[in-house]
């Protein structure tokens, strides 16, 4: 099979000539065209995608390492990723590092090694900065999805986890509640940090009751959510309404508010957050109230952002934010 130096001998040009008729670039007499033109056509020679992204320095392919692409969760973000990319012509290959930074720090090395022309990862874990550094150390072409790091000069696709967890909480508020719980998801992560400083913050501002009892942790856990709000049920005053950082925390709520012979939404109103329920919880669960995230919309943010990033790397990094949607249902009316 010929190659790129195998057509320019026979031709009698440079390599550089074969690659500019190969990319159709301007540089080349009508003569040396033609006649590469026909060498190539006499060799039946086709580019190697490899050696021509080695040649033009770029893949028109973008890494994504994030930790589990199995997780329902993430299908809408890996759909706006993958529709993004599509959309401008790129190719992406996805990295699934399982909650191992050691593997994810490796996939890290293999995308930067050639084979893509920039990197987006996801992760909101604290242990997630030590990716989020060696990303933009590595990467010509980053952005960063659910981190807000200073140091890192990579673009950054955020969600506003304080501003949603203040419109839930104040929504219970305007509703009339008057002893309002939060219940919080994973506390490793800054979003769950967020989202209980939204919570107090609203609490705050409106001269809410907030003391010891208000807040129960359940770290993202449906099983610890039940136990912390069974056992807070059955000691002081009875809450009348419960935020929860996110969705599975929730019915673990709901099923200590059931046991209690309480009613959801007439006795206690619950809010979760995520948007990330599945179908089958219906069957079981009344239709839960909750702020959806747009992950499909910033899946596609972030691929346009890194392409922009590709084809104009000076500039100083760029954020953009997104908001979380109030969707009322069954649990708070």
Known sequence: MATISDIARQANVSRTLVSRVLNNKPGVSPENRRKILEVIKE????PNGLAKSLVLQKTNTIGVVMDDLCNDFFFQLIRGLQDGAEAQDYNILFCSGRRDMAAKLKYVDYLTSGCT???????S?????ALFRYVASKAASSVLIESNLNDCRSDKILLDNFRGAYTATEHLIKQGRKNIVHVTCDMNYDV???RLNGFVSAMHDYRMPLGPDSILYADHFED???QQMKRRLTHGERPDACFAGADKPAFGVWRAVREAGLSVPEDLSLIGFDDDVPDS??????ALSTMRQPLYEMGQAAVSLLIDRIHHPEGDPVIQTFESELVLRETCR
């Open 224 to 226: 610890i959510a039940y």
């Open 117 to 123: 022309d920039g990197i987006i990862a996801y992760g």
């Open 125 to 129: 874990c604290f242990d997630d900065e």
């Open 281 to 286: 919880k219906d069957i079981l669960f009344p």
């Open 192 to 194: 769950g940090l967020e």
């Open 43 to 46: 060799n039946n020679y086709v």
